[in-house]
């Protein structure tokens, strides 16, 4: 077995055993990328030189027996939309596509301080709008185990990275379900964090009441101790929860028995492909052989969640991306004729078509005279939909549900089609909408292809996801293969 086809707990041990070398475990993801990445295409900017010295770090660490800290020396990649100092970040757009941060954002920093060495950005859909990783101005990744198919979006050069064994870890953002749709359809573990849990400072903003960043990765351990290593207050955003918690990674356990799962039938009816259906019912009955009870919850006004996704994360985008305009930073339009023109031709020469539609259609619902009739009645519709999962959870402890409506699709099907994109999100956008965690494992294949169930959770409750989640991987042995390329 080569080393990148392990799970990162399993490398982090033989590094403390001093059995491999960090550089050895680093070496092998970048010749893992080197032999798959003309094929996948997960990444934008690769960072061999400065991965194999952070490796270095950390030998020189382990010669001086100095204790390590808990993922030193296991790689890792980060989606193109989070600020690394010195190191391109583009977002996936042309208008970005000169930009260098000169500031690390606080997961990096996080990362760093642990001595992770960064393997390099990945590609998304432009600035995180899109199910596909389609609408990247740059290139079109593909799914590892279809290569005519996409790998989801929009964190999905994060999720395709992850897959093919480019790497043990990633993060990704998730505003809608950008995490957790592709991971789903890639066969790994994704979480998107409940709101406020990591820090949103320097990840480039889309819809900031929405956003979170989250750890994308091969099994549920791994992904625990990412979240263990990213999550906690940070005083440089206003919006992350000042509360301490201690690690779950560490103290992971089997145990569903009596615990109540929710099936909101909301999420098993129109729309979601049968053979998508009876894979999770199959492991609704997994976690019932396990002794956990499972309960038939409602979610009324589901239906609405994704129309209120889009006026919120539109508008909310529409406003964060008026600091694009040309003056600043990123790209400039070659000719215009004042600053207005200026501000005209920079924005619609540098951004693709998607980002313009979202901002078009967030300037709209939010103009004094649609206001009332748009913004306000989502925002209403959003507090609707808070009240309505408070409920549900007194009915039952997590709840259970697919992660995207079908599989993989092909590159190119829903490419001219925005709204049959937007509705590949329609398990996913709900939860951004009431700050909630939800967590995306493997359970199983459908028609040859992975699949992923989702674990919804009370806010902050991530650590009993990841016990549920791991009793499941657990039990049943389902989880991530590698991929043939
Ligand atoms: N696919 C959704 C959208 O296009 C979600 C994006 C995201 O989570 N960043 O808005």
Partial sequence: MELYEKMGHELHELIVKKEVSAREVTDSFLSRIDAVEDKVKSFLTLLPDSARAQADEVDALVARGEQLPPLAG????????????????????????????PYDATVITRMKQSHMPILGKTNLDEFAMGSSCENSA?????????????????????????????????VGSDTGGS?????????????????????RYGLVAFGSSLDQIGPMTRCVRDNA??????????????????ISRKPIAPDLRVDVKGLRIGLPKE???????????????????QYQRM??????????????????????????????????????????????????????????EGFGPEVRRRIMLGTYVLASGYYDAYYKRAQLMRVKLKQIY??????????????????AFRLGEKESDPLAMYLSDICTVSINMVELPALVLPCGTVEGLPM??????????????????????????????????
């Fill in 179 to 199: 995490i957790r749709q592709p991971a789903c359809i890639t066969g790994i573990v994704g979480l998107k964090p409940s709101y406020g849990a990591v820090s």
């Fill in 225 to 242: 101790m990412l979240f263990d290593l990213l999550a906690g207050p940070d005083e440089m955003d206003s919006t992350s929860a000042r």
């Fill in 291 to 348: 002794g956990a009870q499972l309960v038939e919850v409602e979610l009324p006004f589901a239906q609405y969640a994704l129309p209120t996704y889009y006026i919120v994360s539109s508008a909310e985008a529409s406003s964060n991306l008026a600091r694009f305009d040309g003056v600043k930073y990123g790209y400039r339009s070659e000719h215009y004729d004042g600053l207005v023109d200026l501000y005209f031709k920079s924005r619609s």
């Fill in 74 to 101: 296991l790689p890792i990649a980060i989606k193109d939309n989070i600020c690394t100092e010195g190191v391109l970040t583009t977002c996936a757009s042309k208008m970005l596509y000169n930009f260098v941060p």
């Fill in 390 to 407: 408070d409920e549900a959870f007194e009915r039952c402890d997590v709840l259970l549900t697919p992660a995207s409506p079908t599989v």
């Fill in 452 to 485: 992923g169930m989702q674990l919804i959770g009370r806010k902050f409750s991530e650590e009993l996801l990841y016990n549920v989640a791991y009793s499941f991987e657990q039990a049943t042995g389902l989880g991530w293969t590698c991929p043939k390329l």
């Fill in 138 to 170: 740059f290139q079109k990744t593909r799914n590892p185990y279809d290569l005519n198919r996409v790998p989801g979006g929009s964190s999905g050069g994060s999720a395709a990275a992850v897959a093919a064994a480019q790497a043990p870890f990633a």
């Fill in 267 to 285: 999420f098993f009816g129109e729309g979601i492909d049968p053979g998508v259906r009876a894979c999770i019912m199959e492991a609704a009955q």
